[in-house]
């Protein structure tokens, strides 16, 4: 196939060298994850952009770089020369220039802020207007698109603006498709925009010289736990298993009873023995219906008869899974007062036992090896002494499990055989079902290999419109049955003055579109808002 040699035009600073100087130019172009950088090696005769030659060549300074075909020479980067190295021989003398586009700006700053409830765009304009120092402006057309996500609150200290422009850009979603791309355009105007919304007009049908199209499973994820807000109670009620029924409660010594004695609700728990005819023990527990996973509070209001507790044999378990295997409130740290209903307050996530005036009254005993991963049940035991009249008794109210994380498990392990497991966790999830949302959408882009492609060409012409990055473009691989659209991840253009070839090489990827669920967005498997605070604005 015939095509144009290459025609290339160069501008560093006030130095515009003519094309017969540049022995190579090469330019990569990357959004998102990179900004774009360039390198040319100039023949340097004579000093002649040498420090105090008659064209010096300085670091600092803006430039651009054309390069086309024929008639057609349209700028590919707008440049910042960042590195000058003069490379001399006995015969020869160089120069090597290089650098990055203007997206370098987006480094130069750290950013101390707080946006709250502000929409994705705006937060990125922000960036750009008072940070970074990038036009997003073409002709009166705005370039940093609109997202249908707002964020709650976010929280920055001296975070650098392209951590945070990458983290907008992983979690904004639009019209129900997570994630957006950025670039710096060729002319350095910034460029936001939803993933695979912009197409390249060029063709690659019977373009394409050299081609390697891979699979892989590094990324695939096909066990996805998804944990929300520590705002769950179990039961929802927080009255349930003991006001209704004694649904799940069961005494291995001792009656159980629904009493109209209470604090929550309407009725209590009651579990009694005659002392004088059946002893002085009572031993009852509840069977939760499901395990409660992770709690970080146990709450329970207790009312006991007014005799004597024998405290070393007396004891609330928190059975977890099995009676083996528990934690244990030993009775002495209750500080329960007689006949009257006392709130108890469990911190499970430290382990400390609360009166109602969040004093610390004692700790979690561990026996076996429990997990609050399992919560099976919880187990009364009590036992009284002093008396051989009357009842022991004792009534629990209001137990209930608090400040549980909502969460979901999604497994497709039959995607490559065996589980590949990612969990996290967002405090804007707010029930089981949006953890569910989240869980599903995350497993159905991560759960299959990912495709990604390099192919190379010198005889590619694109004219006016250069290939750029974050572009779709279709590709055609008739031996490896490959016919579907690609994302352009990066492209690389390289210019060879010896041979007069303009090669173009282009890294591509396929995935499957990230779903929005009825949250705000979902983050990347790899990149978190990790410098941030999110919380519930009411």
């Keep these: 196939m015939s095509v144009d040699i290459p025609k290339l035009a160069v501008v560093l600073g006030a130095v515009t060298p003519p094309q017969g100087d540049v022995i190579e130019a090469r330019v990569h172009l990357g959004s998102t994850k990179e900004v774009s950088s360039w390198e040319l090696l100039l023949q340097n005769w004579a000093k002649k952009y040498s420090p105090g ?5 300085l670091v600092g300074q803006d430039g651009s770089i054309f390069i086309g075909r024929g008639v057609n020479c349209p700028q590919i980067i707008t440049t910042r020369i960042e590195s000058v190295k003069y490379e001399s021989g006995p015969i020869e003398n160089y120069v090597r220039v290089s650098g990055r586009c203007w997206g370098e700006k987006l480094f130069r700053r750290v950013v101390t802020k707080t946006y709250s409830s502000q929409k994705g765009e705006a937060i990125v304009k922000d960036l750009m207007d008072y940070y970074a120092g990038l036009s997003h402006n073409r002709g009166g057309v705005e370039l940093v698109e609109d997202t249908d996500t707002t964020f709650t609150l976010l929280e920055y200290d001296n975070t650098p603006a392209w951590d945070i422009l990458r983290a907008i850009a992983a979690a904004s979603d639009k019209a129900g498709v997570i994630g957006y791309d950025f670039r710096v355009a060729p002319d350095a105007k910034f460029e936001f925009f939803a993933r695979l919304s912009k197409t ?25 736990t998804i944990y929300g807000a520590a705002e769950k109670t179990e039961p929802p009620s927080g009255d349930a298993w003991t006001e209704a029924s004694l649904d799940g409660w069961t005494a291995t010594i001792g009656h159980l009873a629904l009493v109209a004695y209470y604090m929550v609700g309407t009725h209590s728990v009651e579990c009694y023995v005659d002392i004088a005819t ?8 509840h069977t939760h219906p499901v395990p409660v996973k ?38 002495a740290d209750l500080a329960l007062g007689y006949v009257t209903w006392k709130l108890e307050e469990f911190d499970l996530s430290k382990g400390n036992i609360y009166d109602v005036n969040k004093n610390a009254n004692g700790k979690l005993h561990v026996v076996g ?3 609050f991963t399992n919560i099976q049940a919880i187990q009364f035991h009590k036992v009284t002494t002093g008396t051989a009249t009357g009842t022991n008794d004792l009534r629990v109210d209001g137990l209930c499990y608090m400040e549980i994380r909502f969460s979901n498990t999604q497994e497709d392990s039959g995607s490559i055989g065996y589980p590949r497991e990612l969990a996290d966790t967002d405090e804007e999830l707010y029930s089981d079902n949006e953890c569910m949302l989240r869980a599903k959408a995350i497993l159905a882009q991560l759960k299959d290999p990912a495709e990604y492609m390099t192919v190379r060409s010198t005889v590619i012409d694109y004219g006016t419109t250069p290939l750029l990055p974050g572009d779709k473009i279709h590709v055609i691989l008739p031996n490896e049955n490959v016919d579907a659209d690609f994302r352009i991840l990066s492209v690389e253009y390289y210019v060879n ?3 007069q070839t303009l090669e173009i090489t282009l890294e591509l990827g396929r995935e499957v579109p990230l779903l929005a669920d009825y ?15 999110i919380a519930r604005m009411i």
């Design 53 to 57: 030659g008659t064209y010096p060549i």
């Design 369 to 371: 090896t429990p997990s």
């Design 278 to 285: 059946e002893g002085s023990v009572i031993d009852f527990k």
């Design 294 to 331: 992770n709690p970080s509070k146990l709450i329970m209001w207790l009312y006991k008869d007014p005799y004597n507790v024998d405290d070393s044999q007396s004891y609330i378990r928190i059975l977890a899974p099995d009676t083996s295997n528990y934690y244990q409130i030993n009775w």
């Design 519 to 533: 949250v705000y967005a979902l983050r990347s498997k790899t990149d978190h808002l990790s410098r941030h605070k």
């Design 200 to 224: 390249s007009s060029v063709s690659l049908t019977d373009k394409i010289e050299v081609s390697e199209y891979r699979k892989d499973i590094f990324g695939v994820r096909n066990k996805i």
């Design 497 to 499: 003055a010896k041979t």
